[in-house]
């Protein structure tokens, strides 16, 4: 929803790369507002902070899409594997606790998922 109103806000017609880094920023930030999690708690957000991150890098070095894409795609799988050694604090994985330890966040899965999607996409 935050990244939506990001665009709709500042009237994007065109998504180059600082526009698709600030609507996932703005996306992050909505997630945490609203699920009250954060980095390292074993959630999407462990990997879509990375991303977040990488793109952000890219558009200041003047990267291209592609790039940026490659780079936030990359981001976030280093990210997912950062759930691996971590113990589930929420959602139905939470119940489990101690058994989620070694197992990456399913949350994070799909988020760098859909970076490498994108990255896939754009670079053809």
């Keep these: 929803m935050r990244a939506a109103k990001y665009a709709k806000d500042n009237a994007i017609e065109a998504w180059d790369l600082g526009a698709i880094a600030e609507a996932a920023k703005a996306a992050a930030e909505g997630i945490e507002q609203r699920g009250k999690a954060s980095r390292g708690e074993k959630t999407m957000l462990d990997a879509f902070w990375p991303g977040v991150e990488a793109l952000q890098a890219?558009?200041?070095d003047g990267k291209s899409l592609a790039d940026g894409l490659n780079d936030a795609a990359a981001a976030a799988q280093e990210?997912?594997?950062s759930?691996?050694?971590l113990k589930a604090k929420y959602g139905r994985a939470a119940w489990l606790q101690e058994q989620t330890v070694g197992v990456q966040d399913p949350g994070a899965t799909v988020?760098?998922?859909v970076f490498q999607a994108l990255a896939e996409y754009v670079n053809g």
């Design 58 to 60: 890219a558009q200041a």
């Design 79 to 81: 990210g997912l594997e």
């Design 111 to 113: 988020t760098a998922v």
């Design 83 to 85: 759930t691996k050694p």
